[in-house]
């Protein structure tokens, strides 16, 4: 963090990485050429938003064969895409020729838009290809060509690192400085670095920072994967001589922690290293590799402390300025030492989440004296912050500042909701240099926090009226750079504060994988990324986010098969809490929910042998085919304090997630073409819902075992019950609803269930009355304690996290069944959609849209009396069918118009109370009389 952070000033920056000044001739051309060729044609669609492996010209694609999209836009109805074609070159030059020297896929008649292989030339290790695609309309007619755009590969094989690990011969720093000074000849064309540093690291160039990434190089098992960084650095060097640094730190690499911090666990994967490879293209074709070596030097760096859990110490005194810039006198520093990386393999975009970036600032709401001399800082919203602010006083004062969630009755901060307490405390100290006014901002350390805490101390020796003071301070809030694709609002204000509560804590966790809580834990426990699966999706982009996670769990995985319930595995739980069917299913449920939602069955296929030693190895651990082990429906509400399951049988939930994996995995083995695995797998799947059925049914009372809210849901929801019984099976959890004056019992794991057993059997009615109340614990009750971001626990309780996405599938509620927006079953990926909107309690209105990997979707609809307006929009290309609260056919217009007279709609049925229309890709007004 640096002082170019303003009050007022947006801190959210592009993804887009800069393309060297070299290439740009080439590019203009190309988008000249766009421009004019669209002047003269009539094609019904235009391509757009052109994406390499999910992302806008992207740096160090290690994918050989990379995965290319676009996204089509069209102001007509029906508009579709009966063709296209791909160039991909080697330079720009050339791509305004229409030269595609590396690969011209021809005109291809298919009407795919994604996860379309690269499939020309072999690609080298650093080359950047340039590319564009046209489409031809149903018509035939071809559009212009898209406007051209770059991907960059990464070092594709472990001979393309010329650089080499180094370290400090002191393998117990705490943080490290690492510089090298070198020349850059005349007519540099480009310049590009591949960089990781363990277990963090910050890039500077001739003093300055290297993008605006935060805590690279990411959260891996180092053992297995260590993560690596591209960047074009062609703009921030000069010829002559340059000077680079990496300052390093420990992140999750190195979690040593001391005996008066907080800490989750402690564990190393080594001392601080790091690797980089500086690649330099010159005018004349020569290429000049620098790398990280022996002849680098080091230094300890300014931190004293240092630690993703407690803290970060800061002694301004040690800073050594000019570390990083040319000519520093760096005599006293020491010779690097080689070494050896700790044994992951480097990789690059295929692995990577998006990069951690700073968003909005806030500023404090009020500031408090304390009694103690303190003052309290309330920056009036818990989110993952960093926090920077300026300071006078004398040189070596210091400053401590104690981030919480929650402050005790007397102001003072109370960080029981973090861990701390009996094991320490959490702060940051910043010892200052000089007497004048200074700058601060932790490197290497964020916390999930609402309040700050400065505690001030005068330096040794000195009187009380020499005490430091903070002249201003601010909270960064920072999270993945997943790009929000999400809109929803309604006429109900509870809902709305519901949506931005949840949606809070989603981006607070929103790391390099999903923590479960920005502070006490910071683990990426399971369980949450598939139940909260369609609410993240439905409100970020999170397809590359969670390919990185997918990778964390396959090396994460066990050889007798086990996925632990933690990933990566950083320490090792016992029993339940690391082995629980809930949350080892992750592996099975996140890919197939990518494949619902963006299409990508290359995550199944990657995936699939893994998957099937997993469900191999909960076959192994079950009796008669029921699985009995693991942590069931935690935190739901019972008689005491939340935790383990209460309400519901271990071994019904254990066996129901093991019987939903194998029918997943039948679907997954028909999907990648292996019939007689999915023979296999659906049978065996048979089996178990058989067994499940015996053991825990109760045909009597149309009850799963002790008719819990979660055991009667996950079996409505997973196909596990008998068509026969499932209306009577929703009744029983309506009648349980009502019992508890619509509160929910429910847990982690039988939310989601809960709330799609009860939407999709006709009662979102209970669903609206569970949530439209704050009297009971839920969100509403949560909001009226003052909780700005959702809570780990129903009822708020202050020793549990109060910023935890756990329990926020209500998001999915919301878009998927309020405002109707589903992808359709038969058109994954959102090829086919269905909008199917739910006018349910005393709500007017809801107005939603979702940014789907095809285009945007709308779902817009009014009522007022018996009068249904709906407003939809459909993406080019795209399909959809539309269920209208309507008793007739004839009573439906679209456009002012019946229904049936206007282009794009065509009646299929009546339905449940409601006309359901095929419409093609467009804009439509629907108007019906739902009451008639």
Known sequence: MKTRFRAGQSVIRTLRPAVSSAFLPGLWLTLLAAVFSGLNSGAAVRPMELRCEFSAEPLGVDAPQPRLFWKLESSDRGARQSAYQILVASSGKNLARDHGDLWDSGKIASDETLHLRYAGKPLASAQTVFWKVRAWDADGKASPWSQPTTWTMGLLTNADWQAKWIGAPDTNAITLLLRNEFIVKPGLRRALVFVCGLGTYELSLNGKKVGEDLFPSGWTDYRKTCLYDTHDLTALLHEGKNAAGIFLGPGMYRVLGDTNRFTKFKGSFGPLKAIAQLRLEY??????????????????GPLTFCSVYGGEDFDARLVQPGWDKINFNDAKWTPAQITTGP???????????????????????????????????DLGQNASHMFHFQASGPSGSVIRIYPAELIKDDGAVNQSSMGAGRRGPVFCEFTKATDGVEFFAPKFFYAGCRYLQAHFADPDGAHEVTRPTIKSLEGIV??????????????????NRIRQ????????????????????????????????????????????????????????????????????EYTVFKGGFRDSPEWGSAYILVP???????????????????????????????????????????????????????????????????????????????????????????????????????????????????????????PLVMNLCEASNRAAVVETIVRDVHSRSNAVSAG?????????????????????????????????????????????AWNARPGASQNHFMLGQIEEWFYHDLAGIRSDPAGPGFKKIIIAPEPVGDLKWVKASYESIRGKIVSDWKRAGKKFTLHVKIPANTAATVYLP????????????????????KFLRLENRRAVFAIESGEYFFESFAQD
């Open 283 to 300: 005018a004349d074709g020569s290429v000049e590799v620098i790398g990280t070596d022996e002849h680098w030097r080091t230094h300890a």
């Open 748 to 792: 982690d794991v039988g939310y989601r269930y809960l709330l799609r057993a009860l939407a999709d059997g006709g009662r979102s009615d209970v669903i609206f009355d569970m949530n439209n109340q704050s009297d009971k614990p839920g969100y509403g009750y949560q909001l009226k304690l003052g909780a700005t971001t959702l809570t780990e």
């Open 501 to 568: 509560l949840v949606r809070w804590a989603q981006r607070s966790n929103m790391m390099s994988l999903m923590t479960d809580c920005p502070h006490r834990e910071r683990l990426g426990w399971l369980e949450e990324d598939h139940l909260n699966g369609p609410s993240l999706r439905y409100e970020f982009e999170l397809a590359q986010l969670f390919t990185k996670q997918m990778h964390d769990m396959a090396d994460a995985q066990t050889s007798a098969g086990l996925i632990p319930n933690i990933a990566p």
């Open 343 to 377: 044994g992951g393999e480097l990789k690059g975009l295929s692995c990577a989440a998006p990069p951690i970036h700073a968003f909005e600032i806030h500023k404090p709401v009020s500031t408090r004296a304390l009694t103690n001399g303190d003052t309290l800082f």
């Open 886 to 905: 309507a008793r007739r056919a004839n009573t439906v217009t679209e456009s002012g118009k019946l229904v049936g007279k206007n282009q794009g709609v």
């Open 592 to 714: 197939w929910q990518q494949y619902e939602f963006d299409g990508d069955l290359d995550l199944l296929r990657q995936h699939y042998d893994g998957m099937k030693r997993y469900v191999a190895y909960l076959g192994s651990h079950t009796t008669n085919h029921i699985a009995d082990f693991g942590l069931g429906d935690w935190y739901d509400i019972g008689p005491k304090l939340p935790g383990v399951a209460q309400l519901t049988p271990i071994a019904l939930t254990a066996t129901a997630f093991y019987f939903y994996d194998t029918w997943i995995l039948s679907q997954t083995a028909a999907l990648l073409g292996k019939p007689d695995e999915a023979k296999q797998f659906a049978a065996e799947a048979e089996t178990i819902r058989a067994a499940f059925n015996e053991t825990f049914f109760n045909a009597t009372n149309a009850t799963y075992y002790t008719g819990s809210q979660t055991a009667n849901a996950i």
């Open 478 to 495: 920072v999270h993945s750079a997943s790009a929000p694709v999400g809109a929803f609002e309604c006429s109900n204000p509870l809902f």
